[in-house]
Nanobody, 126 residues
Framework: QVQLVESGGGLVQVGDSLSLSCVAS????????IGWFRQGPLNAREFVSG???????FYADSAKGRFTISRDNTKNTVLLQMNSLSVEDTAVYYC????????????????????WGQGTQVTVSS
């Protein structure tokens, strides 16, 4: 198991950028798939992006072209760079760790993850 802590959220305006960080503690960080999810005030928790220990990256359609996920296994860190933010991106953002059993399909469902951070609030104002 890994423990995860997110940071980097805040209040920004439409069109601005934010970089979220997910730092993990625990063993064998590189073996875990790390996903980013978000949950708005009236919405279910939804998949945003994810990355395997190497270079394989995945994005929700809403994130493609605007968000970039990256990973540094030497620092147990995953970053989510978010550009061109819109009001619809307002949510609490969570990072989560999943096992090697995750597939392209199952990675998009939050119930399939083992560990979660506490979340970081992103608010985009018009």
């Amino acid at each position: 198991q890994v423990q995860l802590v997110e940071s980097g959220g805040g209040l920004v305006q439409v069109g601005d950028s934010l970089s979220l960080s997910c730092v993990a503690s625990g063993r064998a960080f590189s073996n875990y798939f790390i996903g980013w999810f978000r949950q708005g005030p009236l919405n279910a928790r939804e998949f945003v992006s994810g990355i395997w220990g190497g270079t394989a990256k995945f994005y929700a359609d809403s994130a493609k072209g605007r968000f970039t996920i990256s990973r540094d296994n030497t620092k147990n860190t995953v970053l989510l760079q978010m550009n061109s933010l819109s009001v619809e991106d307002t949510a609490v953002y969570y990072c989560a760790a999943g096992s090697r059993a995750l597939t392209v399909t199952t990675m998009r469902t939050w119930e399939n993850y083992n560990s979660w951070g506490q979340g970081t609030q992103v608010t985009v104002s018009s």
